[in-house]
């Protein structure tokens, strides 16, 4: 396979960055027997792009600040990091030959070194916008209808979707899936399009089996749906296909409907609300509010394309013992480098998990060079893919580094812990399940800046050029 000059193996370049962890005191830091860590270090310039250093020992540099971890005071639990793998993204990585794709999927799926190890996936229940054009499982000729779902099909999916997740599956079992619908079959709209529209009230217990067809179907290919949002982005009507579903909608679908049907059913997958931007934080709690409808929701996700990511942090305010969940945002091609690695950081990479979500996911992992495919009617034609795909040939995008700085170093399972907020040094801390600790610092200035991070009264040092990112494992 042909890689690009962005290969995830950059990490060999020289470094120019001086990291460190030190035990510290007032007399001149000198070798000690401290264990030993590393940073990986992303700069704005794409001169280091996940670079890994040793860590030396001592510095001269004043120390701007402190860093203090907790690991006593904890909170989330991350399920994990990753990207959609929407019907385009499915085909172009079936599209490549077999050695290239394996290769491409152990870089992103895998366990190695020179892995992203990419530990949660978002799919579409039916359609995306980035599929070649809409469909549902159970698609009619116009004027028709199919309450017993007779007619429902996974075929669709088992062109690229399903033969995807199964080679995922192989390198990674215990990756989790989260499946989001853009439409229900037209037949249960009251528009009948695939754009907009709602979702006629006679068929919501309808369309509460369509999802049980679809999570038994993916079980008997071997695939799990651990959680499921109810209706991707539903306060926008506007994309191809979309739904518009209003809070007392999706309150009332889920209490009388879909709710009771999972748990008849015996349906384990866990149902989240909303999925849209943090601009509509009333969105969930609404909903939350009621006890009826609440017990059979796990938790809320967002988007950022509105509001600020601090306003998620209401819905825990509100419902402490629900999910949060930060399942999507965009790159615009052709991606501003140093742009996107500095807002997707501090805003998602950090602010997210700061914020309460227990994942962090990108949107389509895969496109080809002109952004296809994408539906008519409002599919985004300027979605850049984490990795563009060209036959066999691979370009790795702002999105791969983006979830690349976090997902290859906080495990499924790392639980967040305290760390006090710096100006000018945005950053979240981790313990994995194996003890060790994870910091993620972004450095916003243009200066180099030199500073403790301190865990539990051990003192370690750290430097960091301006305008890089860090990861710090120790």
């Not at 036959?391 to 290859?408: E, F, M, S």
């Amino acid at each position: 396979m042909k890689l690009s000059t962005k290969k995830l193996t950059t990490m060999s370049l020289g470094l120019s960055l001086l990291c460190g962890v030190v035990a510290c005191d007032e007399q001149p830091a000198k070798e000690t027997n401290l264990p030993k860590g590393k940073v990986y270090v992303t700069s704005m310039d794409e001169t280091l792009l996940l670079a890994p250093q040793d860590l030396p020992t001592h510095t001269e540099e004043e120390i701007h600040t402190t860093i203090q971890l907790d690991t006593a005071t904890t909170y989330q639990t991350m399920d994990g990091f990753g990207y959609t793998l929407t019907g385009g993204s499915a085909m172009h990585l079936h599209n490549m030959s077999a050695p290239a794709r394996k290769e491409l999927l152990e870089e992103l799926f895998g366990d190695h070194e020179t892995s992203v190890r990419v530990n949660y996936l978002r799919i579409s229940i039916g359609a995306s916008d980035l599929d070649e054009a809409p469909f549902s499982y159970d698609d009619l000729p116009e004027g028709t209808t199919d309450v017993p779902l007779e007619h429902f099909t996974l075929a669709h999916d088992t062109l690229d979707v399903v033969p995807m997740l199964k080679e995922i599956l192989a390198i990674n079992p215990k990756i989790q899936l989260l499946g989001s619908p853009w439409s229900p079959p037209v037949w249960m709209k009251d528009n009948h399009d695939t754009r907009g529209g709602s979702l006629l009230p006679e068929y919501y217990e309808t369309y509460a089996r369509y999802f049980v067809k679809y999570i038994r179907a993916m079980e008997a290919e071997g695939i799990t749906i651990n959680a499921m949002t109810i209706q991707n982005e539903p306060l926008h009507p506007g994309n191809n296909p979309s739904l518009l579903m209003l809070p007392e909608q999706q309150s009332t679908f889920i209490k009388e409907h879909l709710g009771p049907l999972f748990k008849e059913e015996g349906i384990n997958t866990k149902i989240i609300l909303y999925d849209h931007n943090a601009d509509r934080p009333d969105y969930p709690i609404s909903i939350l509010d009621d006890p009826e409808t609440a017990q059979y929701v796990d938790g809320a996700a967002f988007h950022l394309y509105g509001g600020e990511i601090d306003a998620v942090s209401k819905v825990h305010e509100a419902h402490p013992n629900k999910h949060l969940y930060f399942t999507e945002q965009w790159v615009g091609a052709p991606g501003d480098f140093a742009k996107e690695m500095n807002w997707h950081t501090e805003n998602l990479i950090i602010g997210a998990p700061r914020n309460w979500c227990k994942t962090v996911l990108e949107w389509n992992l895969a496109a080809d060079a002109n952004q296809q495919p994408h539906t008519d009617r409002g599919g985004c034609d300027r979605c850049l893919g984490a990795v563009t795909i060209t036959g066999d040939n691979v370009t790795r995008n702002p999105a791969y580094y983006i979830i690349a700085q976090a997902a290859k170093f906080v495990r499924a399972g790392a639980v967040r812990i305290a760390s006090t907020m710096e100006k000018e040094l945005p950053n979240v801390a981790y313990q994995n399940p194996d003890g060790s600790l994870v910091v993620i610092v972004q450095n916003k200035s243009t200066e180099k800046r030199t500073f403790y991070i301190d865990a539990n009264g051990t003192r370690h040092l750290a430097v960091l050029d301006g305008e890089t990112v860090g990861t710090f494992t120790f």
